[in-house]
């Protein structure tokens, strides 16, 4: 080897001794320095053991574009340039299915950004549009806010609708007061809400006897009274009496007894006594003459 070979060879071997590397070419010029980690399949991510990632560009994967690096972003797969996480658990809100990481999913939270559910606007945690503080029944959907017996207590979340102690599940009649449950024709519906107490085919408010079955509506006396159910009260007529006297038209103009101190008299037909002769008994009821 020629003298100056050997002066060349020798000052490399020196010069590298003090860590100064030569480009290699095999290495894409990089003076002696690594070539950039490879990726691996997952987002992009290096391979174990590799702090970085570099595409063929030299630049950090970003998988979903957003212009932050796939190793930084709270959401690598979902678009998410702010990078807002509302409950600061790693996970940015544009991905997570809590943003308030109060246990109830995003979706189904009235106040998904706020673990004490206290966010701007009105509560409605039934969701039938009527603000919880305003709602009858906060729980149970009911936007037409029933209330019957006016308890303040929505039908859809009260037990006892018409508040008469018996419970809806036992009540003849749920929205009408009936604690005695009278059911005189047993069919199931008590007489508080049944139009037909009677069963007898004839609505109440046109029956004489409401709560006799009687079809036919035979009243014979004809004063409104269905005869199933009249008991012959009435006007009665007395039979025998010399001390009656009677006007012209037929009607009693007076009832003299002079068997009894004082003597007992009715007028125009108004007594309304037991009235006992010595040749007969006279009778007159209260509904007079």
């Known amino acids: 080897m020629s003298k100056v070979m050997k002066l060349l060879a020798a000052a490399v071997l020196a010069l590298a001794s003090f860590g100064v590397a030569f480009a290699d070419p095999s290495n894409g010029g990089n003076h002696g320095r ?3 980690p490879p990726c691996d399949a997952d987002h992009g991510h290096p391979q174990q053991n590799v702090p970085r990632c570099q595409d063929d560009g030299g630049e950090p994967e970003d998988s979903d574009g957003d212009g932050i690096p796939d190793e930084e ?20 809100d544009a991905c997570d299915d809590d943003d308030d990481n109060d246990g109830t999913p995003d979706e189904e939270d009235p106040c998904p950004l706020d673990p004490l ?16 503080e305003e709602d009858n029944c906060p729980d149970v959907p009911n936007a037409d806010q029933t209330d019957t017996d006016g308890d303040g207590l929505g039908d859809a979340c009260d037990d006892d ?45 046109e029956d004489n006897c409401p709560l006799v079955p009687n079809p036919g ?52 037909g108004t007594a309304a006594d037991v009235i006992h002769t010595v040749n007969c008994q006279i009778v007159v009821d209260t509904l007079g003459l």
């Open 73 to 92: 972003d709270n959401c690598p797969d979902v678009p998410n340039a702010d990078q807002t996480d509302t409950d600061g658990d790693g996970l940015g």
């Open 117 to 132: 559910d206290e966010c701007e606007g009105p509560s409605d945690r039934d969701g039938d549009g009527i603000p919880d």
């Open 34 to 36: 690594p070539s950039n």
């Open 217 to 268: 509506q035979e009243d014979s006396d004809g004063n409104g009274v269905g005869d199933a159910c009249d008991d012959g009260g009435g006007e009665e007529e007395f039979t025998c009496d010399p001390a009656i006297q009677k006007n012209e038209d037929g009607t009693v103009s007076s009832i003299v007894h002079n068997s009894v101190e004082p003597p007992v008299r009715g007028i125009n």
């Open 161 to 205: 609708d018409d508040n008469d102690g018996v419970p809806d599940e036992e009540d003849n009649c749920p929205l009408v007061p009936n604690a005695d449950q009278t059911d005189t024709d047993g069919d199931g519906l008590g007489d508080a809400c049944d139009d037909d107490d009677d069963n007898d085919g004839v609505p109440d408010e």
